[in-house]
């Protein structure tokens, strides 16, 4: 004999559900900064900036949320992708203490660091 689904079997099969939508775009260059380079991440109101492949700058993208920028610890080239986002040297923390800002700011926008 032949089974056929009725409406209650359908109805009991989980459905999937829709998730949020979230811009994403890179773009080169940041600030006026026409430096190679250098890109700036967005995903939907969190920007990360890059110099070459390296995080050197972010904004969690809630009202009041700064840009948290890191010390130059690398070349030149770095230090004017840096000069760019944060010219006030003094307000930059050290890597360390970027890293730990950043993957808790990853964290909360519901990304797993790893």
Not at 28 to 45: D, F, V
Not at 46 to 61: L, N
Not at 91 to 99: K, L, N, P, S
Request: aromatic letters at 8%.
């Amino acid at each position: 004999m032949e089974q056929t689904n009725t409406g209650q079997e359908q109805a009991s099969k989980p459905t999937a559900t829709a998730k949020p939508r979230i811009e994403v775009k890179v773009e080169h260059g940041y600030a006026g900064n026409n430096e190679p380079n250098n890109y700036i991440l967005t995903i939907g109101k969190m920007s990360i900036w890059f110099s070459y492949e390296t995080p050197v700058a972010f904004c969690g993208g809630n009202i009041g949320d700064v840009v948290v920028c890191r010390q130059n610890e690398w070349s030149t080239t770095t230090g004017k992708h840096l000069n760019a986002i944060m010219p006030n040297k003094k307000a930059r923390i050290t890597g360390e203490e970027f890293t730990k800002q950043l993957n808790a700011m990853l964290e909360k926008h519901g990304f797993q660091v790893v």
